[in-house]
């Protein structure tokens, strides 16, 4: 542990660099019986004497029992301090250790560069590794999380959490110009979720730009809304990529996988693929229809290497990657089976 020359103490243990380290901590997660907390202070509970040498405030725990913080009155309020303790630019950390934290009031999020993770795993070819489940954010209400002034989130990381929407709107709200995100390794895990095309993951309303999906999967059991909407324009110069998305036991069509392109928005020279997308479980009337929906304007776009796996009922036709104005972007190399297992390509 250094000490700078104001005698405040610098957490140099985890990074290099200069950005400081911050913990959410779910405080009723595991019982002391089962570890959570120990005798000899290395249980996650612990982390307030092992992190706070001096009293500085950078461990937030939830306000159940087990809490060896300060008490908020809910666990998105602990959310919101501990966003609100970071420093913009410097490249700080919230690590949030195991737990389901269940975000019931708007959280805004307006630090830029700062970088949210849960547990790091190895990252598989397509989507997130299934061990991010062991930290959940779990949107209990509309905007869990909400970026509402321009530049606020910009350079914002966030990997290795899984999220559980909420039903029937959209969990995360982008309404204002941000640059540079890099999210990854991240899972959005809709069973459970009541059934609704409303549901959404993610919602741009202000243009995000530059900015990064990697790694990512999504799990879905009924005919739910796409992970994204964009009605902002122009968004300009965004990735998404190495992604896996799941469909299961939906039972009826499921209309859009990934993005809907509304009316007004505009997603330009974007960049989606490569990508798995995996149907069916023992369900015969399961299927994908879009991958993506452009209601309005891709120009420049590219979709790139898709991989549709069809595991039961009958295989998707040659429009079910795409829908809308499809001729404003271009699809090359991207294979998807038809019934009986004939192999075709998308140009």
């Not at 610098?10 to 290099?16: I, K, L, T």
């Not at 249980?43 to 725990?61: F, I, K, M, N, S």
């Not at 990508?275 to 929906?293: C, E, P, Q």
């Amino acid at each position: 542990m250094a000490v700078n020359k104001f005698g405040s103490q610098v957490d140099g243990r985890f990074s290099p660099d200069i950005g400081q380290y911050f913990y959410m901590v779910d405080s009723n997660y595991r019982t002391a019986a089962q570890g959570w907390s120990r005798a000899d202070g290395t249980g996650p509970l612990d982390l307030w004497q092992a992190r706070e040498p001096g009293g500085d405030t950078r461990v937030y725990y939830t306000p159940e029992t087990g809490n060896q913080g300060a008490t908020y009155a809910t666990q998105a309020a602990a959310l919101q301090a501990a966003n609100d303790a970071m420093i913009d630019f410097r490249g700080d950390t919230l690590y949030f250790t195991p737990g389901n934290y269940n975000i019931a009031t708007a959280v805004t999020v307006n630090v830029p560069y700062a970088r949210w993770l849960g547990r790091e795993y190895k990252s598989p070819q397509y989507g997130c590794s299934p061990c991010v489940r062991n930290t959940t954010i779990t949107c209990g209400v509309t905007n869990a999380l909400t970026a509402s002034a321009a530049n606020a989130v910009d350079g914002w990381e966030l990997g290795y959490i899984r999220f559980v929407p909420i039903t029937a709107d959209e969990s995360t709200l982008i309404s204002a110009a941000q640059v540079n995100l890099y999210w990854h390794d991240f899972m959005v895990d809709y069973h459970g979720v009541a059934e609704n095309v409303a549901t959404t993951f993610q919602l741009w309303s202000g243009a995000v730009n530059f900015s990064c999906w990697e790694n990512f999967t999504s799990l879905v059991d009924e005919a739910q809304g796409p992970l994204l909407d964009i009605s902002a324009t122009p968004v300009r110069q965004v990735r998404f990529g190495s992604f896996l998305i799941m469909i299961d036991e939906v039972g009826a069509a499921y209309l859009n996988a990934l993005i809907d392109v509304l009316t007004g928005g505009d997603l330009t020279s974007c960049d989606i693929g490569p990508g798995l997308i995996m149907t069916g479980a023992d369900v015969a009337s399961t299927s994908l229809t879009n991958l993506i929906d452009s209601q309005d304007d891709m120009a420049g776009s590219n979709v790139v290497g898709i991989h549709h796996v069809i595991s039961c009922g009958a295989g998707p036709t040659a429009a079910a990657l795409h829908s809308g104005t499809a001729a404003d972007y271009s699809f090359v190399t991207n294979y998807m089976p038809t019934t009986g297992g004939t192999l075709f390509t998308t140009s």
